[in-house]
């Protein structure tokens, strides 16, 4: 992907602040709109809302409510939320524009947290924007299209987990850390596929390998641009003194921030390996070209020499003594054959062969 | 546009300090101004200004006035603007130097904000300077020339739009907003031609193309000029504890500082794309080179031994037992193709073909 | 080792936090733990722990413990120290990932501080984590595997040492100072090798020389990843307000802080130099390339115009006066010796000979 | 100018602290005081200076006086004014030691200001110390030789301009916005050869050009040495407390201080385009010898072929049936064209003609 | 001197803190000690100390003394200075290790600097620690070996100087002033040899010239080290609250704060100097590359096509008309001629003569 389609609400210029326009690709399927409501004890519904309306009863219950919202392009969905629960118009604004950094944003009344979800598929990052609105009760996530990383957490949520004693903060937790789990896995095959090409450099290096290298380098630059910010919403999150996220959940943040750290250096470290691989494939072109003029001087050197000799004794001048000479041939070829080992001899000195 | 014209008051050296100035290109056009006033009820006014004079009228009302001054110019304008309402004189002197960069000025009675509207026609940035005058009632913005990107707010004003209902901050919020609207527009239209430049580096790279990446990256040194002050600006105005910007005017101006973020951060995502291109188009060079280095060799390397044999045997000696062998010659023409398939295969070995 | 290796812990997306799975190499052998519990007196005990229910009496006793335990792979074991010594479930699962970054987390009951054990063998860098948890009486010491940098410290205390009188801040104080020690030696043999790879660079390039200067790079990316954070946790304990560290053990941790200064700025240095190399590499190539290029100017130059001339004398016209001239073929040589004095004085002149 | 040129105080090694030598070059002048002395109203007295013991008169008038000393080398001088004006012995002798950066210093009578005068004639930087004692009264300026950039402000007190109704505050900031004010016109200079050196790049690369770049790196270091420092100055002016400044003037600093901003800001865009020079320098090179080794490898390789299949009919065996036939002549001629037609092909369809 | 040769306390792993082991070259001579005590009056004694157990008495008077250590292997004597002096274990320990980086520490009754006496010779820089012990009245002065830069103190002091007339701290500002002062020299030198390295480069590059580039960039990498941590050094005296340095010594600390930002701006632009020779020593050797096959393109290209035309009329074919024609000789000749210089004109169109 190439870093600038990353912003493109150009198509917006002009508009009033706070104009729900959706940004971004649009995905075939309508919006679907999932709820899980559970408490520590047994209560638990998770049904697929059908009617938005209905909501209502889930924000006002004492019970933490989790409405996982997929496709953001319907202005009518966004609209219904944010009159549901009070969300400033530039937030749903932001919601609905998938070009966002990670970002936190404290209202009174909740937390809007933006940030990335990736995954890379037949060498290609792919990247998904996800908003957590974090209430009191509930947390609202909403994804650009269906198809998560969260799976793991609904089958928690479904066993009575641990995850169910805790509240709405301990929620928005998990769906952070299952993100940025998912960062690992990425860097992961990135960076076996940097090994190989790094084999293959020395081995074959032709301008395709270069174009790869270059595409990694995008890619890094894009997990970079992607998850650099992320820093900053995680420590912001530990240093702000907001009442939806309880002390003990704190701590569980920290967490995420030291994963984010994790990710951030090996992101480094394969910038700075492949920030040399251009050179490397520059000092085997260089090599290569090299072992191959040896060959041509070898050759030439060696050869030139013989061939102006062997011309010489070709002249048809009328009087040229050694014509008649009966050892004449059989010296110059002896001629010929010394000439040609000091030559040898010469390279090997040089080292060239 | 080279770079250091960014800077050019040398004209100026030595003036005592707010002496009215005019920096910059020159419009054939005279200075025009233009007028709107307006409250949140039906009280709208619109007028393309003859008088200056008349302007103390607006400045004295309780509703909120656009004052736009297309030319800069005009010493007279100026200082009758500056007379009006009570400007400092160093601001004065900004106001006709066009190679301000971004920058905010508190003053008691006013903020002055300068900053830099860009556009890009035929792959050419041009730079703009507008300058914002904010006081309690009015907003009054300096162009170096006609033609800007504020009609949509102009559109939204003639058809009481929420922004009417707003007071003199949230105007200039908005003319701001549009501004930096218009950047993304630009960046897009750059990524745009670089990646195109990216494809024709590889297959067709030229002296050419070497220029092309150079005004690329100075189109992104430009640019990085003109907006990375501004992320200052934004988050001063944030912090500024001015009563010319009320709170909620602040959120809004919360929001173009994360979109002043998103543009710097394409901005370096493409200054690292283009940084990595000069080597690219020099990989590109010495792949070809090789290439053709290889070509010549083995001819060359090939044919030297051949032509050296047939030198042997075209020498004039009178004692050349060979010359006349009957099966001499197919013999040598035998030996000649022997050498050539040996020859081949050693460079086959190698991987040269 | 390739830099991403160090994080790994993509298999463990999506479990529930605190989750105890080991992350890392499983060593063959089983888990072992030593105790040694000694006062200022004569009271010294060091015994090889088979039942580890036993710790409980340690923990409690006023006489300082050291808890050393090899191996960490074992769910139980690491399960009953978390419920003996009360620590926090994230701790735990950060004792069994064996991919943290150095890092210090204060709790009210103990200091969890996670570093890096670090040697050197044929050139290949290993590294093992370890991890500290420093309580009142207690420091429980975790490692990978068997074998480690703290002999030296265990004679200390079985001869009575000074260490005897001082509490467990100071044996930990002590385990790090002896970890970070370790890393002079690798740095020292690490500069070896590169001051020996420099000599080889300018004698006899080669493209395994390219290898062996990124194999050094990668080196010291990952000992800059495993040492940089030190840094931050050495002067987070000289910040930290816990009682758990005596004033007077806290210069000594200013000690190794200065320690680590040292180590980085030595790797800052080696970086530096390993930056050049891959440019020397080049530019020995280079001039390498221009000496062979030369020798077959000389010898083609010379010899291309001879030939021409031999070749001349070689046709076979009917009418070409010269070829019957009695000194044709005396002056035809001499012309040939003056073309090549004329040529060798010409490459004299242009310093190529 | 070679940068290590700005640091020499190495003759005063050892020297007590304050001992005043002069560090320098000596012009050939003696040293020559002018003094203006004004006030508002009508006061205006301007003469040079025979005897400097009549200063005292000046520095106890309630007027504004400026003393301007052209040359630094005499000791008497310094002394004197240092006894008059109880100047601190380190002061002394920075005023006589040229090699300062840019630096303020407040003493509880005056503030010591230390900046440098640059010029560029026959593209050749010449950097002059200006230092400047600011008193309640009095600005004392001291420059290493006659010729300076303040006519202008001589002009404006002459002409009883706006300066005369400020204090010697406002003087101070006028001589430093005037040699701020110069450095623009170097910048614009610089630029310009900046870009007529990028042209001759693209049509006519040789060393010399790469001495130029090299030239103008240094020159730009050199700025960078002599401006960058004077940032810090300015800013620590505005935040001083010192009563010799009024808070009408602190507005006058801020401007000059964004025009610094802004000279460093140009400073470091021509630092980026010159830094890519070199590479350009590579790459066209690069692209010729490419077009050099075209030219050779066609030619070559089409000759070379031919030439041999001619030596092989020059070859003089006794039985070749082909050398009888009528036809064999012109048919061998139709092999040799068929042979380039085919290579020419060849290269056509390798895009190398 | 390769940078890792900096940090070599690798032997010293593993023991306890305050070890006294000396890290370093031990020089031959025996440790040596000399004492200077003075007073502002005419008190004054200097003397070579042969029992080192009369210092206490030097210790407890009122006038300031100045013991000198030449000698920091002997373990005896750095003991007995630390229990005269109620040195912290930890100090004595840095005492005898001379890999330490510029560090200030303070303690309650003394303060403890740590800084690097550096002098050139023969192209060589050669690294001395020394280290100074500030109590009331003493400064204990401990360098590797005999020899230093401080015999003008000595002198000044002997001549009843100013410094007489101060206290030990204005005793320790002077030693630190004079180490630094040096500094400037070995610049001097360096940047000459520098200088002189970039002519070479330009007019006889080769693979020694690129050694000795490596070997400055070693030298600033190593000075850098050694003077960089000086400057926290300063300031954290120059912020420090200890009674130890007076207000008036204080300003003094400032001007070596100067100096040695100086030192560290020249170490700067030499870096930045040297670290364009690598590229200039390339565009050198690439620019003769392209000469050389210039020439040698010219060459063969001209002939090659002449050698083929001689060739073909040297063919032994019963049947060729040309070769009957009487002017089918000179015609031929004056083809070739033609052919060589319709190549010479496009040689000259390209500008490759």
Sequence with gaps: MFPHRFIKPSRKAGLPPGSLVHIGEKPGEPVSI????????????????????????????????????????????????GSLFSIHPLTLEDLMNTTQ???????????????????????????????????????ISLQERAGDVFDPIRTRIR???????????????????????????ILESLGD??????????????PET???????????IMLRKAIWPLREVLSAIERTETPLISAKTGIYFRDIYDHTIQVIDAIESLRDITA???????????????????????IATIFIP???????????????????????????????????LLMLAYFRKKRWI
């Design 34 to 81: 999932t709820v899980m409501d559970y408490d520590a004890g047994d209560s638990f519904r998770e049904l697929c809302l059908l009617d938005p309306d209905t909501i209502s009863q889930y924000r006002d219950s004492q019970s933490t409510t989790w409405i996982n919202i997929n496709g953001i392009h319907d202005t009518d969905v966004i609209r219904m939320i």
């Design 276 to 298: 040399g691989m251009l050179d490397l494939y520059l000092s085997t072109i260089s090599f290569k070209m090299n072992e191959v003029m040896k060959v041509l001087t070898i």
């Design 193 to 206: 596929d940097i090994e190989t090409l790094e084999t293959t450099l020395l081995t074959d290096p032709n």
């Design 101 to 139: 950094r990670p970002k936190l944003e404290e209202f009174p009344s909740y937390l809007f947290i933006v940030l990335r979800m990736l995954s890379r598929q037949d060498g290609e990052i792919r990247s998904e924007q996800v908003s957590l609105i974090l209430t009191e009760n509930c947390v």
């Design 159 to 185: 066993n009575k987990g641990r995850i169910r004693s805790y509240g709405s903060d301990f929620l928005c937790y998990s769906l952070i850390d299952t993100i940025v789990d998912a960062y690992f896995g």
């Design 306 to 340: 013989l061939t102006f000799i062997a011309g010489v004794y070709g002249m048809n001048f009328a009087y040229m003594p050694e014509l008649e000479w009966t050892l004449a041939y059989p010296a110059v070829l002896a001629l010929m054959l010394g000439i040609s």
């Design 210 to 220: 270069v174009q790869t290298i270059r595409s990694f380098k995008r890619d890094l």
